[in-house]
Protein backbone atom coordinates (compact mmCIF):
# COMPACT_ATOMS: atom_id res chain seq x y z
CA UNK A 1 0.00 0.00 0.00
CA UNK A 2 1.63 3.19 -0.89
CA UNK A 3 2.13 5.80 1.47
CA UNK A 4 -0.73 8.32 2.33
CA UNK A 5 0.11 12.17 2.27
CA UNK A 6 -1.52 15.01 3.32
CA UNK A 7 -0.38 18.35 1.96
CA UNK A 8 -0.84 21.53 4.02
CA UNK A 9 -0.11 24.86 2.13
CA UNK A 10 -0.63 28.62 2.58
CA UNK A 11 1.22 31.83 3.47
CA UNK A 12 3.67 32.30 6.39
CA UNK A 13 2.19 32.32 9.61
CA UNK A 14 -0.95 31.15 8.96
CA UNK A 15 -1.15 28.46 11.18
CA UNK A 16 0.31 25.39 8.45
CA UNK A 17 2.76 24.00 11.10
CA UNK A 18 0.99 23.61 14.28
CA UNK A 19 -1.98 22.56 12.38
CA UNK A 20 0.52 19.85 10.42
CA UNK A 21 1.87 18.65 13.75
CA UNK A 22 -1.19 18.22 15.43
CA UNK A 23 -2.81 16.14 12.53
CA UNK A 24 0.55 14.13 12.37
CA UNK A 25 0.11 12.76 15.85
CA UNK A 26 -3.56 12.33 15.94
CA UNK A 27 -3.23 10.46 13.15
CA UNK A 28 -0.15 8.85 13.84
CA UNK A 29 1.95 10.15 10.49
CA UNK A 30 5.22 11.61 10.35
CA UNK A 31 5.23 15.09 9.83
CA UNK A 32 7.63 17.26 7.63
CA UNK A 33 8.08 21.08 7.50
CA UNK A 34 9.70 21.64 4.14
CA UNK A 35 10.02 25.23 4.96
CA UNK A 36 12.73 24.12 7.55
CA UNK A 37 14.37 22.40 4.62
CA UNK A 38 14.09 26.25 2.58
CA UNK A 39 15.35 27.67 5.79
CA UNK A 40 18.55 25.34 6.23
CA UNK A 41 19.47 26.39 3.02
CA UNK A 42 19.59 29.57 3.58
CA UNK A 43 21.30 29.36 6.83
CA UNK A 44 24.30 27.63 5.34
CA UNK A 45 24.51 29.98 2.91
CA UNK A 46 24.89 32.66 5.79
CA UNK A 47 26.85 30.37 7.94
CA UNK A 48 29.37 30.50 4.79
CA UNK A 49 29.90 34.23 4.49
CA UNK A 50 27.82 33.71 1.29
CA UNK A 51 24.75 35.67 -0.64
CA UNK A 52 21.34 34.53 -0.29
CA UNK A 53 20.37 36.03 -3.29
CA UNK A 54 23.23 34.22 -5.75
CA UNK A 55 22.80 31.70 -7.61
CA UNK A 56 25.78 29.40 -7.19
CA UNK A 57 25.81 30.19 -3.20
CA UNK A 58 22.51 28.72 -2.79
CA UNK A 59 23.13 25.98 -5.54
CA UNK A 60 26.10 25.02 -3.08
CA UNK A 61 24.27 24.87 -0.13
CA UNK A 62 21.28 22.82 -1.34
CA UNK A 63 23.64 20.01 -2.98
CA UNK A 64 25.19 19.65 0.26
CA UNK A 65 22.31 20.22 2.97
CA UNK A 66 22.05 17.18 5.74
CA UNK A 67 18.73 16.85 6.65
CA UNK A 68 19.85 15.45 9.34
CA UNK A 69 21.62 18.13 10.95
CA UNK A 70 19.60 20.82 10.81
CA UNK A 71 19.99 23.43 13.75
CA UNK A 72 16.18 24.03 14.39
CA UNK A 73 17.02 26.98 16.94
CA UNK A 74 18.81 28.98 14.67
CA UNK A 75 16.88 28.45 11.06
CA UNK A 76 13.84 30.39 12.95
CA UNK A 77 15.22 33.99 13.15
CA UNK A 78 13.88 36.87 10.68
CA UNK A 79 16.87 37.21 8.98
CA UNK A 80 17.24 33.36 8.42
CA UNK A 81 13.41 33.48 7.09
CA UNK A 82 13.80 36.47 5.07
CA UNK A 83 17.21 34.78 3.11
CA UNK A 84 14.93 31.27 3.07
CA UNK A 85 12.60 32.97 0.45
CA UNK A 86 15.14 34.52 -1.62
CA UNK A 87 17.05 31.18 -1.69
CA UNK A 88 13.55 29.75 -2.64
CA UNK A 89 13.30 31.21 -5.53
CA UNK A 90 16.07 29.36 -6.99
CA UNK A 91 15.10 26.76 -9.46
CA UNK A 92 18.07 24.98 -8.55
CA UNK A 93 17.54 24.70 -4.85
CA UNK A 94 13.66 23.83 -5.69
CA UNK A 95 14.98 20.84 -7.98
CA UNK A 96 17.45 19.77 -5.44
CA UNK A 97 15.03 19.76 -2.22
CA UNK A 98 11.98 18.59 -4.58
CA UNK A 99 13.98 15.14 -4.78
CA UNK A 100 14.87 15.00 -1.17
CA UNK A 101 11.09 15.60 -0.25
CA UNK A 102 9.11 13.28 -2.63
CA UNK A 103 11.78 10.82 -1.48
CA UNK A 104 10.28 11.61 2.04
CA UNK A 105 6.83 11.09 1.12
CA UNK A 106 7.38 7.76 -0.62
CA UNK A 107 9.22 6.53 2.26
CA UNK A 108 8.11 7.43 5.75
CA UNK A 109 10.23 6.51 8.90
CA UNK A 110 9.51 3.08 10.09
CA UNK A 111 6.49 2.20 11.58
CA UNK A 112 4.55 5.70 9.89
CA UNK A 113 1.88 5.25 7.13
CA UNK A 114 2.49 8.22 5.64
CA UNK A 115 3.11 11.71 6.13
CA UNK A 116 1.84 14.99 6.52
CA UNK A 117 4.19 18.01 4.77
CA UNK A 118 3.70 21.69 5.33
CA UNK A 119 4.71 24.03 2.75
CA UNK A 120 3.96 26.23 -0.14
CA UNK A 121 3.91 24.21 -3.57
CA UNK A 122 3.12 20.78 -1.61
CA UNK A 123 -0.44 20.22 -2.69
CA UNK A 124 0.44 21.52 -6.91
CA UNK A 125 4.21 20.53 -7.49
CA UNK A 126 6.10 18.16 -4.69
CA UNK A 127 2.90 15.63 -4.28
CA UNK A 128 0.08 16.72 -6.80
CA UNK A 129 -1.30 13.22 -5.87
CA UNK A 130 -1.55 13.67 -2.42
CA UNK A 131 -4.51 11.92 -0.22
CA UNK A 132 -6.09 14.97 1.54
CA UNK A 133 -4.70 18.48 0.38
CA UNK A 134 -5.62 21.67 2.82
CA UNK A 135 -4.61 25.57 2.05
CA UNK A 136 -4.74 27.16 5.20
CA UNK A 137 -4.77 30.91 5.43
CA UNK A 138 -5.61 33.76 7.76
CA UNK A 139 -5.97 37.68 7.68
CA UNK A 140 -2.11 39.54 7.11
CA UNK A 141 -2.56 40.99 10.39
CA UNK A 142 -3.47 38.18 12.17
CA UNK A 143 -0.46 36.30 10.79
CA UNK A 144 1.76 39.44 11.61
CA UNK A 145 0.10 39.41 15.02
CA UNK A 146 1.08 35.18 15.53
CA UNK A 147 4.67 36.01 14.15
CA UNK A 148 5.72 38.67 16.12
CA UNK A 149 4.26 37.25 19.44
CA UNK A 150 7.45 34.22 18.27
CA UNK A 151 10.19 36.43 17.59
CA UNK A 152 9.54 39.00 20.15
CA UNK A 153 10.84 36.89 22.91
CA UNK A 154 13.93 36.94 21.50
CA UNK A 155 13.73 40.44 20.02
CA UNK A 156 11.94 42.89 22.45
CA UNK A 157 12.46 45.82 19.93
CA UNK A 158 10.71 44.45 17.23
CA UNK A 159 7.00 45.87 16.48
CA UNK A 160 4.38 43.93 14.87
CA UNK A 161 5.07 46.67 11.75
CA UNK A 162 7.85 45.16 10.88
CA UNK A 163 6.97 41.79 11.02
CA UNK A 164 4.22 42.81 8.94
CA UNK A 165 6.31 44.72 6.32
CA UNK A 166 8.61 41.26 6.45
CA UNK A 167 6.11 38.89 5.70
CA UNK A 168 3.90 41.04 2.61
CA UNK A 169 7.71 41.09 1.30
CA UNK A 170 7.88 37.20 1.53
CA UNK A 171 4.53 36.66 0.42
CA UNK A 172 4.54 38.69 -2.63
CA UNK A 173 8.60 36.74 -3.26
CA UNK A 174 6.73 33.29 -2.81
CA UNK A 175 3.56 34.21 -4.68
CA UNK A 176 5.35 35.66 -7.52
CA UNK A 177 8.23 33.80 -8.24
CA UNK A 178 8.31 31.71 -11.91
CA UNK A 179 9.24 28.51 -10.22
CA UNK A 180 6.74 26.58 -7.71
CA UNK A 181 4.94 29.78 -6.86
CA UNK A 182 2.58 29.57 -3.90
CA UNK A 183 -0.99 28.77 -5.30
CA UNK A 184 -3.87 27.10 -3.81
CA UNK A 185 -4.01 24.00 -5.68
CA UNK A 186 -7.33 23.53 -7.65
CA UNK A 187 -8.28 20.44 -5.60
CA UNK A 188 -7.36 21.53 -1.90
CA UNK A 189 -9.70 22.85 0.69
CA UNK A 190 -9.59 26.22 2.04
CA UNK A 191 -9.13 26.58 5.68
CA UNK A 192 -9.01 30.69 7.04
CA UNK A 193 -7.85 30.49 10.78
CA UNK A 194 -7.86 33.96 11.14
CA UNK A 195 -10.89 34.11 13.44
CA UNK A 196 -9.99 30.84 15.08
CA UNK A 197 -8.37 29.38 17.82
CA UNK A 198 -5.60 27.20 17.42
CA UNK A 199 -8.21 24.01 18.89
CA UNK A 200 -10.61 25.50 16.36
CA UNK A 201 -8.35 25.36 13.57
CA UNK A 202 -6.93 21.77 14.63
CA UNK A 203 -10.63 20.55 14.89
CA UNK A 204 -11.26 21.98 11.24
CA UNK A 205 -8.93 20.76 9.48
CA UNK A 206 -9.42 17.02 11.27
CA UNK A 207 -13.05 18.06 9.83
CA UNK A 208 -11.95 18.09 6.26
CA UNK A 209 -9.56 14.86 7.02
CA UNK A 210 -12.76 12.94 8.18
CA UNK A 211 -14.77 13.85 5.33
CA UNK A 212 -12.44 12.30 2.91
O1 LIG B 1 7.24 28.17 6.08
P1 LIG B 1 8.56 28.93 6.33
O2 LIG B 1 8.35 30.35 6.74
O3 LIG B 1 9.46 28.22 7.28
O4 LIG B 1 9.28 28.93 4.89
C1 LIG B 1 10.50 29.57 4.66
C2 LIG B 1 10.59 29.98 3.20
O5 LIG B 1 10.70 28.81 2.39
C3 LIG B 1 9.39 30.77 2.68
O6 LIG B 1 9.76 32.06 2.23
C4 LIG B 1 8.87 30.00 1.50
C5 LIG B 1 9.84 28.91 1.26
N1 LIG B 1 9.19 27.62 1.05
C6 LIG B 1 8.92 27.24 -0.24
O7 LIG B 1 9.19 28.02 -1.17
N2 LIG B 1 8.36 26.02 -0.51
C7 LIG B 1 8.04 25.20 0.50
N3 LIG B 1 7.49 24.00 0.22
C8 LIG B 1 8.27 25.58 1.85
C9 LIG B 1 8.84 26.82 2.09
Given at each position: ?171 RRDSE ?36
Open positions: MSALVIAIDGPAAAGKGTIAKDLASKLDLAYLDTGSLYRAVAHAVILAGGDPADDADAARAAETLDIEAIDQTAIRTREVGTAASLVAAKPQVRAQLLETQRRIAKNPPAGKGGVVMDGRDIGTVVCPDADVKLFVTASDDARAHRRWLELVKSDPELTQAQVLADLTERDRATSPLVQAADATLLDTTNLSIEAAIQAALDIVGRR
